[in-house]
């Protein structure tokens, strides 16, 4: 179990061994406190919320509530409350569920190291980047009904395939990989017809976790023209169990990259929500990559105030992800098509093996921290996952 702490205090999904019923718990320490039992001490007039053994109701709640609850929780926590001893559990004796109902995914491209290294990788002779990539975070909605939480198993998808010679055919992808990505998860509903500005961001989304977006390369190189990702991404998206609220990162907010040309007006932010995280990247032990968050070049604001921009409406429960994040050098690659250059450049693990593309039964894992503004770093919990035929 991640060491989250005592200020971060992130939310979770969770069921007791042998039982099936369904708790809210918050990250402290090792420990998760069970909030569902705990809320008739800590939130007594919100413990309605919690009922439900899901973070559905409390992201739904908005943030005048979010902002209740977690100040509530922070007050128990700092005064070492004995009411709350009675109710926490070590992290490793419970099984963490899926934590919230998925409404709508979208999945962005906003990493512009990764664009452009996709960009050489499959056209070295063109442009990197598409035309419009530097003035609208480009993105698609993916398939919500299959995101799965970490440690959910994922089974190497089949599909059409076109080898070098031309002849199409059909089987197991032999180009699976990883997408080390940060999620977005959207709590307070919008309305229909009507944009959310950036200004608007934290009034819409609640927290982040990390995700590993699976890809079939191969699968995916043959049907994505000209629509974009289909069945080479939507057989399963990884997310982490825990959420970790907004609050907790404005101490790791920084400046995003410089934007060039400067965008159109609703996608300009007079404080931007860069964030300075960290994402750690490992294959069966062997660390692979470490990629920077702070140099992806669209914010989620923007994300958000472009996904929205044609009136579409959100939902409690919409997850969006940042896309594949790269940073500028080799080793900060997020995904094994970059890290071997689309399998020119095979990876060493540390027992010596090799990697191209994900083997069965690779462990994946994926685990983030957030470091702020005094230096310090807060642990932002992981997503893994079992590659099996
Ligand atoms: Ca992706």
């Not at 909605?141 to 080898?163: E, I, K």
């Not at 509903?189 to 890809?215: K, L, M, R, Y």
């Not at 919409?318 to 970059?338: C, H, I, K, M, N």
């Amino acid at each position: 179990m991640t060491d989250f702490g005592r200020t971060t205090l992130p939310y979770c999904s969770f069921v007791r061994p042998g039982d099936d019923r369904a708790c809210v718990g918050v990250g402290i320490g090792t420990d998760v406190l069970d909030l569902t039992a705990a809320a008739a001490t800590v939130v007594p007039g919100r413990r309605d919320l919690f009922g439900g053994g899901s973070l559905d109701a409390l992201l739904a709640a908005g943030p005048q509530v979010w902002h209740e609850v977690r100040l509530a929780l922070a007050t128990h926590v700092e005064r070492d409350d004995a009411a709350l001893a009675e109710h926490l559990l070590p992290g490793g004796d419970v099984e963490l569920l899926l934590p919230f109902a998925v409404a709508d995914y979208v999945d962005f491209y906003a990493s512009e190291h990764h664009a452009t290294t996709v960009g050489r990788i499959f056209r070295p002779d063109g442009e990197a980047l598409p035309p419009s990539w530097k003035h609208l975070p480009i993105g698609y909605h993916g398939r919500a009904g299959t995101v799965v939480v970490s440690g959910t198993p994922v089974r190497r998808p089949s599909g059409q395939t076109r080898a070098a010679d031309g002849t199409v055919g059909f089987g197991p992808t032999a180009r699976l990989d990883l997408e080390a990505e940060i999620g977005f998860v959207v709590g307070a509903a919008s309305t229909p017809g009507e944009p959310v500005p950036i200004s608007a961001f934290d009034q819409h989304v609640f927290g982040i976790c990390v995700v590993n977006d699976w890809s079939a390369r191969d699968i995916q190189a043959w049907e994505y023209v000209p629509l974009g990702p289909f069945l080479g991404k939507s057989f399963a998206t990884s997310v982490s169990p825990w959420i970790v609220p907004l609050a907790a990162l404005e101490h790791a907010r920084v400046s995003p990259p410089p934007r060039d040309p400067e965008p159109l007006p609703y996608l300009r932010d007079e404080q931007p929500w860069g964030l300075d995280l960290e994402l750690v990247v490992t294959i069966e032990g062997t660390v692979v990559s470490r990629a920077p968050f702070s140099s992806v070049y669209w914010t989620a604001a923007q994300m958000l105030a472009h996904l929205t921009v044609n009136g579409a409406s959100l939902r409690t429960g919409d997850l969006y992800a940042s896309g594949t994040v790269s940073g500028p050098e080799a080793g900060q690659r997020g995904s094994l098509l970059e890290l071997s250059w689309n399998g020119a450049e095979p990876v060493t693990l540390d027992d010596g093996s090799t990697r191209t593309f994900l083997r069965d039964g690779d462990h994946v894992c994926i685990a983030a921290t957030a470091r702020l503004a005094d230096g310090t770093h807060i642990e932002l919990g992981q997503v893994d996952g079992q590659v099996i035929a």
